[in-house]
């Protein structure tokens, strides 16, 4: 399994990651992609993947709930990384209307800037589209020049908006939600291919049942797999052959 999104620099993992991340490799983990939030967990990002090289490999983003007015000396902490490291993806980028609109317009200005980016690089891009996946999709899309590419984390929306991401030539990251009771998620994926779909669990957020409420980790893809395994009346081993597969082509 390839965990696509994990934020496993969080201090909430400070005690025992060397656990965490022994729990996720006795799961089948083989990699976990690290996305960036903004210039103040860098540092710790890097120390992680300085000790764990084959196994957390970075992202680098601006997070658009980190970003305020100030987000034009963030992009540039974010660029200067860009340019002297090895990053597998721009992420995590996009909009979240969920929380605060008060900052919209930078938000706006910060993904249109870090998707130029993205297409300057030639790296995918992780988004981040709370609230705000149609924005996102229309962003991108006027963007698209058969060359953009990447992820719609923690996908939460109908068939219709799947349909888009899909056209659009993007992936969706499906985590823990898709264990939730009412989280509409059955219906979307009875309707898509698994060609379409990564996995992720947004560590230390969005613990999948049975560990809802509780602190995330990587080694718990494994419920994510069951549950899309249930719905997509498939094996556990096609979900993970066919999503790993996903995320390899992804990243290369």
Not at 10 to 36: C, H, M, S, W
Not at 118 to 134: C, F, G, K, V, W
Not at 179 to 206: C, H, M, R, W
Not at 207 to 222: C, H, S
Request: aromatic share 10%; glycine share 6%.
């Amino acid at each position: 399994m390839i965990e696509t999104h994990a934020h496993l620099y969080d201090e909430q993992f400070e005690q025992d990651i060397e656990a965490v991340i022994d729990r996720a490799k006795a799961a089948g983990v083989t990699k976990a992609y690290l996305p960036n939030c903004d210039s103040g967990t860098i540092d710790q990002m890097m120390r992680l993947v300085d000790r764990y090289p084959e196994f957390c490999i970075p992202m680098m983003g601006i997070h658009p709930c980190y970003i305020k007015e100030d987000f034009e000396q963030e992009l540039a902490i974010a660029y200067d990384w860009l340019s002297k490291g090895q990053f597998a993806a721009i992420g995590e980028i996009g909009l979240d209307y969920h929380w605060d609109l008060t900052y919209v317009s930078q938000q706006k200005a910060a993904f249109e800037r870090q998707i130029y980016l993205a297409l300057e690089l030639d790296l995918p891009i992780i988004i981040h589209s709370r609230n705000a996946t149609q924005d996102c999709i229309d962003m991108v899309k006027a963007k698209q020049n058969g060359k953009l590419r990447g992820i719609f984390h923690c996908f939460g929306d109908g068939v219709d908006i799947a349909q888009q991401v899909i056209d659009l030539g993007f992936l969706m990251g499906i985590g823990g939600v898709v264990t939730f009771k009412n989280s509409g998620l059955a219906e979307v994926l009875q309707a898509i291919d698994l060609k379409y779909l990564v996995l992720e669990t947004d560590a230390p957020y969005l613990a999948p049942v049975p560990k809802r409420g509780k602190r995330n980790e990587t080694a718990y893809l494994a419920y994510v797999v069951d549950k899309i395994a249930e719905i997509k009346q498939v094996s556990k081993e096609e979900v993970i052959r066919i999503t790993t597969e996903n995320a390899v082509q992804l990243f290369g």
